[in-house]
């Protein structure tokens, strides 16, 4: 089945500066990469999503890129503010079925 | 809020007791399903329904069953308890089962505690 993984685990950055968290995936039948936030205390949420025929996408100050051949995507925010402190949990669904696969998540620090 | 309801919030429970998770889906969304997250872990997926029927298993134990019942509402039951179901256990539902990009909407989540 699917495997993703996430990196880093953890990440400090300071208010303003970038933060980027990279995950692989397995399968290359995996057609959908959703990326979610989780803040203390709620359910994951969804941030930001991209499926395989594009190959970035941005919102705001979020951006994902996907590398279809290298089999891996990227989460980028730019000009991080406190309020971006949370944990993200990158995702693939592979054609074929249904089930969402998640990294193991990685927990962002933002500093004041 | 999200649209997906999870009942209870919090559940303290000893070994060998058997609990019930109950979840209510978004508004027009006929799928469902369980994820559990252990502590500092990811998200694991258990189990997928769609419109009443079982769709996809994960890693869910023999000890653990759902169901969706016909006003898509879905129950997780948690049977024989162990100190290492202790998890916060998610339930999220989407619209369709299909092999579009299909968003799963997340509940806040039930935290059980297995003492």
Do not use: M
């Not at chain 2, 979840?23 to 027009?28: A, I, L, V």
């Not at chain 2, 299909?98 to 968003?103: K, S, T």
Request: one cysteine or more; hydrophobic letters at 30%; glycine letters at 8%.
């Amino acid at each position: 089945g699917e495997n993703v993984e996430q990196h880093p685990s953890t990440l400090s950055v300071q208010e303003g500066d970038s933060a980027v968290i990279k995950c692989t995936y397995s399968d290359s039948a995996s057609n959908y990469f959703p990326w979610y936030k989780q803040e203390l205390g709620k359910g994951p949420q969804l941030i930001i999503d991209i499926r395989s025929n594009v190959g970035e996408k941005k919102d705001q100050r979020i951006a994902v890129t996907l590398n279809k051949t290298a089999k891996h995507f990227s989460l980028h925010i730019t000009e991080t503010q406190p309020e971006d402190s949370a944990v993200y949990f990158c995702a693939a669904r592979a054609r074929a079925g249904n089930k969402l696969t998640f990294g193991g998540g990685t927990r962002v620090l933002v500093k004041p | 809020d999200s649209g997906v309801t999870q009942t209870p919030k919090h559940l303290i429970t000893a070994t060998g007791q058997r609990v019930t998770l109950r979840c209510s889906p978004r508004s027009g969304d006929l799928s469902v399903y369980w994820y559990q997250q252990s502590l500092d872990q990811g998200l694991q997926f258990l189990i997928q329904y769609y419109n009443g029927e079982e769709r996809a298993k994960g890693n869910i134990l023999e000890r653990f069953s759902a169901q969706q019942f016909p006003d898509l509402h879905s129950e997780l039951n948690l049977s024989s308890l162990e100190l290492g179901d202790s998890a916060l256990y998610f339930c999220a539902s989407s619209e369709t089962q299909g092999h579009g990009a299909n968003v799963l909407t997340f509940g806040a989540g039930s935290r059980l505690t297995v003492l």
